[in-house]
């Protein structure tokens, strides 16, 4: 499972991480303002359907139109923050 997770990674360019143990492909990390969104992909066993709940459809552009944290971390970066 992890292979395919690394070759996902690889292909779409984004890299894998396991801060809390549970190794993803990160494509997108949450924003500090709400509404936000993630998009990644993660490594399980065969089985789990599919699902979405019937507001997605519509939360999953507004979320994405907000900055993503790391876009946010960048820019406060180049405005001269300092990391903490």
Do not use: N
């Amino acid at each position: 499972m992890v292979e395919e997770l690394s070759r996902i990674g690889a292909a779409e360019g984004v890299p894998i991480l396991a801060e809390d143990g549970i190794s993803r492909a990160w494509r997108r990390r949450r924003g500090a303002h709400l509404p936000a969104a993630e998009w990644f992909w993660v490594a399980a066993p065969a089985g789990p359907e599919d699902k979405e709940g019937r507001g997605f459809a519509g939360a999953w552009p507004t979320a994405l139109a907000g900055p993503a944290q790391q876009e946010l971390a960048l820019l406060a970066e180049a405005q001269g923050a300092t990391r903490l």
